[in-house]
């Protein structure tokens, strides 16, 4: 670590601080200091596999060392240990220094801490070694800084060459934007928490483990369902051993059912990030089956041989994971309507509009009163799009078999005959197309005119100024259509219409439209229409609109997709398709291109108005998949 005055910006010189610290968990440390004359290290001296950490280049006169040991709980009370020895010293201009006269433990510390503070006009380079002691690694010589720079030096080489062979490009947005995305892959591993959704008792499962990309590193730090399918769309274009093993791995995360936790909340650390109440994952709970687009995408980027080895590996899970969402999500009234279980009972009328987190919309508006006679557009779509592919993956399977097992075959039929009713798109216009509004929409018992409402509450003598929700008039059974936008038009993204559709076309040409209420904008689709009364409409006190204006990439990266394969189909819709492809995928790539330039940030959401970033900053997860439209812009 090298700070050169060339180089560095104006902030980088004055007085800096690094932290080095070594952690053990589950009370197995040992750690102690030593050190020489120019040489300070952190020995693992505990039953573990020994190492050293050693941090060379310390000069009395250019640095100031200080430490501490002590024993944590668990790894996610590290931040507080070390804010906990933190004292500010009025003597070395009201720097933070470790409090010395804290005393060590007397025994067994798994914690243990050096303060390294200099001015950054040092010169002398701060090196950094995690030395390796069983037998096997003894004789390996101590990486120097002249080989790490050549070593990373000859990484860049490569991966430079490899995105051009990808990507067709040399830019540096989408490197680095690809970068970061590559940079959020983790592996977690700990205890999960589940509920009944007929109980309130928490259970604690057995440690598990998961291999995953993030939304992003600093916010989101954890695994997410609906997510990590966009993710393994941009994932599988740089390496399809990747994207098989982060989806191998989620799909270890079934439970016996069926049933995959929507949210990765694995262990103490990634618990100590989320609100208590959102830790335990429902088990009811479903989330957007987007793996079958990763999946999709694997099939097009690597060859029959390893699509076949992976398919026959996870085809058994995958079937039973589309059973449960199937069986689970189904209304019981009639067994061709569909809704999210989970949405907020809004018991209290505090939410404007209940919220449906398991969609992955949240916010967005659906009934107005939830209950078991609701069917959701969004739901029906995604499950006639999964038994799609469900039928492909079951013919690869049942076709390269050589075991002659009849029930391949047999699954193979199955899917032919539930992707047949589930993909009907007259079917899913006469559930879901409303004649009045011509557009697709939720139908359910719903109020077109609520309004959130300010109160006074007196509670234990103080007066409170509390939000609820008024509903000005009585609910009844209706289409949903008050609130178009995203929900309106995923039979388009997941390409359920057949091209001469008239209901197509209408979609099409209304999406466009900036005057008859559509939600084309110079930047993106925007995720809802200026004319909804839901548009930028907060959902309580605490919660700005999320879904109901801004606009989100991955469902632009939906339209794209959908309007490219609808613009290489013969019909009359050919020609608008591909008009409207080609401005979309330039509007998308553009806002997320020039956000990043000017902000140096990937954002969680954009602006529809001024198409600035917006929520999230470093959201190099679903966001980051601008970097797939590199090669046409």
């Known amino acids: 670590m090298e700070f050169e ?162 990507f067709k490009s040399d830019d540096d947005f989408p490197k680095s934007t690809l970068s970061n995305m590559l940079g959020g892959i983790g592996y977690w591993h700990g205890r999960f928490l589940v ?22 590193r600093p916010q989101f730090p954890r695994g997410f369902l609906w997510d990590e399918g966009f993710h393994l769309l941009l994932i599988s274009k740089w390496s399809p051993k990747i994207a098989k093993k982060s989806l191998s791995s989620w799909l270890n995360r079934m439970m016996y059912s069926g049933w995959i936790p929507r949210e990765q909340i694995l262990g103490y650390e990634s618990e100590s990030r989320v609100p208590a109440e959102f830790i335990p994952q429902v088990m009811d709970n479903a989330n957007p089956p987007t793996f079958f687009l990763a999946i999709d995408e694997l099939l097009q980027n690597t060859d029959l041989a390893d699509d076949v080895h992976l398919l026959s590996q996870i085809f058994n899970r995958l079937d039973r994971w589309f059973q449960w969402m199937y069986n689970s999500q189904q209304s019981t009234h009639d067994p061709n309507n569909f809704y999210w279980k989970g949405r907020s009972k809004n018991e209290d009328a505090r939410e404007l509009n209940p919220k449906t987190l398991t969609s992955g919309l949240d916010d967005y508006p659906r009934s107005t009163h939830p209950d078991h006679l609701e069917r ?26 050589n075991s002659n097992d009849y029930q391949k075959d047999q699954k193979w039929r199955y899917y032919k005959d539930i992707s047949k009713k589930l993909t009907d798109s007259q079917d899913i216009i006469n559930r879901h197309w409303d004649l009045d509004s011509q557009t697709f929409a939720d139908y359910g018992l719903h109020s077109k005119k609520v309004a959130l409402k300010s109160k006074i509450e007196t509670v234990d003598g103080q007066k409170n100024k509390v939000f609820f929700r008024k509903v000005l008039e009585p609910p009844s059974y209706q289409f949903v259509n008050d609130c178009y936008g995203y929900m309106s038009l995923f039979p388009v993204f997941l390409e359920l219409l057949p091209v001469q559709s008239i209901q197509l076309k209408i979609s099409l040409e209304k999406m466009r439209s900036r005057e008859d209420g559509g939600i084309w904008t110079e930047y993106g689709l925007r995720s809802m229409s200026e004319h909804s009364p839901y548009y930028n409409a907060r959902n309580t006190e605490h919660d700005p609109a999320y879904w109901r204006g801004p606009i989100w990439i991955n469902i632009n990266i939906l339209t794209i997709r959908a309007l490219k394969s609808y613009a290489n189909q013969e019909g009359p819709n050919q020609e608008l398709a591909e008009k409207l492809y080609l401005e979309l995928k330039s509007n998308i790539y553009n806002l997320v291109h020039s956000q990043w330039k000017e902000t140096g940030f990937i954002w969680e959401q954009y602006d529809d108005r001024t198409g600035k970033g917006q929520g999230t900053r470093a959201f190099t997860g679903w966001s980051a998949l601008a970097v797939l439209l590199a090669d046409d812009n």
């Open 5 to 166: 005055g060339d180089g560095c910006a104006e902030f980088c010189w004055g007085t800096l601080s690094l932290f080095f610290y070594v952690a053990i968990e589950n009370g197995n440390g040992e750690l102690n200091f030593d050190q020489s004359e120019n040489e300070f290290s952190i020995e693992n001296m505990s039953n573990l596999e020994d190492s050293t950490i050693k941090i060379n280049g310390i000069q009395e006169n250019e640095f100031i060392i200080n430490k501490f040991q002590s024993n944590i709980e668990r790894l996610s009370s590290i931040d507080e240990s070390i804010q906990k020895h933190l004292k500010l010293d009025k003597n070395d201009n009201f720097h933070y220094h470790i409090d010395r006269d804290i005393a060590d433990p007397d025994t067994d510390p798994d914690l243990a801490v050096i303060q390294i503070t200099f001015t950054t006009k040092s010169t002398e380079p701060l090196i950094f070694e995690n030395i390796y002691t069983p037998e096997s690694l003894k004789n390996l010589n101590p990486l120097s800084s002249e080989k790490l720079s050549e070593r990373l030096s000859l990484q860049s080489q490569t991966f430079n060459k490899h995105f051009r062979l990808k």
């Open 195 to 216: 509920k009944n959704p007929n109980e309130e008792k928490v259970h604690q499962c057995e440690p598990t483990e998961l291999f995953s990309a993030v939304p992003s």
């Open 376 to 401: 959701h557009i969004d739901m029906r779509c995604w499950l006639a799009f999964a038994s799609k592919a469900m039928v492909k993956i079951a013919k690869i399977v049942a076709l390269n078999d």
